[in-house]
């Protein structure tokens, strides 16, 4: 429950922003009250650029500038969706509202086969989170705005994921490197 495979792939610069309901940038942006469901979920490009604040990106940049051709961005996006579509029932299943998330993508070569998969992590410091009954917001945010009860709002995400038992004491070093000769 704790593990996880990790490949080598070839990061693609870009940020993958997938938003359900209106809040952070978006709001800001567009002046959308936060908390508003949007019509449909958005797809958001940001070019993965540290000194420039990964500034907002179009599918033109994308193929102008080689970070992704035109049949990649389609398995960017349509992964981005997958992965909205479970995150969301995932979260709805213990009473948590998935409003957005942002994702990494790499190209995975197995032989003479490419293919785009998930090169981060999801978490609450990648995903916006709050509580369906309250929306208390359960993520990162919580840092971001000085709120306090960072820890415990992570806890809360995990306990009703059934990862981490309430009383569970924090445990371990940290991930472990576990190198593989199968390759």
Known sequence: M?????????IIPLEVVVRNVAAG???????????????????????????????????????????????????IMSLAVRINDFLSGLFLGVGIRLVDFK????????GDMMRIVLADEISPDSC???DIKTDEKMDKDRFRRDMGGL??????????????????????????LVSSNDD
């Open 2 to 10: 704790r593990e996880q495979l990790i490949r080598e792939v070839e």
């Open 103 to 110: 994702i990494e993508l790499g190209r995975l070569f197995e």
């Open 25 to 75: 940038s978006l709001s800001q942006r567009l002046g959308i009250p936060e908390g508003e469901v949007l019509p449909r979920s958005i797809i958001e490009f940001y070019y993965k650029k540290d000194e420039l604040d990964d500034p907002m990106v179009s599918e033109e940049h994308i193929t102008a500038f080689g970070w992704a051709s035109p049949p990649e961005i389609d398995d």
């Open 151 to 176: 820890l415990e709002a992570y806890r809360e995400v995990a306990n009703r994921l059934g990862i981490m038992n309430e009383n569970e004491p924090v445990r371990g070093k940290g991930p472990v």
């Open 128 to 130: 916006r989170l709050w």
